[in-house]
């Protein structure tokens, strides 16, 4: 079964050639960030952990690779709130939260206990 989310070859844009698409049985080539070697938010191996799943994620669905590290992960964010969104939409078993119930508004940080 295919993750109703994955890429599909025959969805791929004309410019994708062998060595850029996400198809099985081809390859591509995905940089590091720009600025590894001098930007000090990389000093920290989470941050390139997220600025790796965020650069694959972008290959595999044909979108820009974030080119530092507040926008790999405001696209993880992204992602995961698209996802979240999903399985609260779907017909069968939804999720029964609302995506947004977590941050109850608070833009994403949370409240302080009284």
């Given at each position: 079964?295919?993750?109703?989310?994955?890429?599909?070859?025959?969805?791929?844009?004309?410019?994708?050639?062998?060595?850029?698409?996400?198809?099985?049985?081809?390859?591509?080539?995905?940089?590091?960030?720009?600025?590894?070697?001098?930007d000090?938010?990389?000093?920290?191996?989470?941050?390139i952990?997220?600025?790796?799943?965020?650069?694959?994620?972008?290959?595999?669905?044909?979108?820009?690779?974030?080119?530092?590290?507040?926008?790999?992960?405001?696209?993880?964010?992204?992602?995961?709130?698209?996802?979240?969104?999903?399985?609260?939409?779907?017909?069968?078993?939804?999720?029964?939260?609302?995506?947004?119930?977590?941050?109850?508004?608070?833009?994403?940080?949370?409240?302080?206990?009284?």
């Amino acid at each position: 079964m295919t993750h109703p989310r994955a890429p599909s070859c025959s969805a791929r844009p004309a410019t994708a050639s062998p060595t850029n698409s996400a198809c099985p049985g081809q390859t591509g080539r995905i940089g590091p960030p720009p600025d590894l070697d001098t930007d000090e938010d990389y000093a920290r191996i989470l941050t390139i952990h997220i600025a790796a799943l965020a650069a694959v994620d972008a290959h595999l669905h044909h979108e820009s690779t974030p080119t530092n590290p507040a926008h790999a992960s405001a696209y993880l964010l992204k992602r995961e709130h698209a996802h979240w969104s999903a399985l609260h939409r779907r017909k069968l078993d939804p999720l029964s939260t609302a995506p947004d119930a977590p941050h109850c508004g608070s833009g994403g940080q949370p409240s302080p206990r009284s």
